[in-house]
Nanobody, 125 residues
Framework: QVQLVESGGGLVQAGGSLRLSCAAS????????MAWFRQAPGNERRFVAA????????YYEDSVKGRFTISRDNAKNTLYLQMNSLKPEDTFVYYC??????????????????WGQGTQVTVSS
């Protein structure tokens, strides 16, 4: 079992920045690929970014490339999402997720085994 707890969400003006954190406990953190998804009420969770267990490979959804950075600190069992140049359309609940391995289906939420409870990010115009 892996427990995931997100933090760092909040209200920010357009153009501002936030850093989300996801603290993991349980099994060896470095053994899991990690990802961030986001979701609006009534909609499916959408892929934002993913990172391999070692941190050597990262993937991003096109709309966040150049603005968001996914990273991890395996010594601290923590995943991060640095979000810069935020836009109102980035307003979602953000979730972190863990998978035993990343496949070519890394954008698909169904491959992830564990999820956090989510943290709200609201960007005002």
């Amino acid at each position: 079992q892996v427990q995931l707890v997100e933090s760092g969400g909040g209200l920010v003006q357009a153009g501002g920045s936030l850093r989300l954190s996801c603290a993991a406990s349980g099994r060896t953190f470095s053994g899991y690929a990690m990802a961030w998804f986001r979701q609006a009420p009534g909609n499916e969770r959408r892929f934002v970014a993913a990172i391999t267990g070692s941190g050597s490979v990262r993937y991003y959804e096109d709309s966040v490339k150049g603005r968001f950075t996914i990273s991890r600190d395996n010594a601290k069992n923590t995943l991060y999402l640095q979000m810069n140049s935020l836009k109102p359309e980035d307003t979602f609940v953000y979730y972190c997720a863990a998978a035993s391995s990343l496949s070519t289906s890394y954008r698909n939420h169904s491959i992830y085994d564990y999820w956090g409870q989510g943290t709200q990010v609201t960007v005002s115009s």
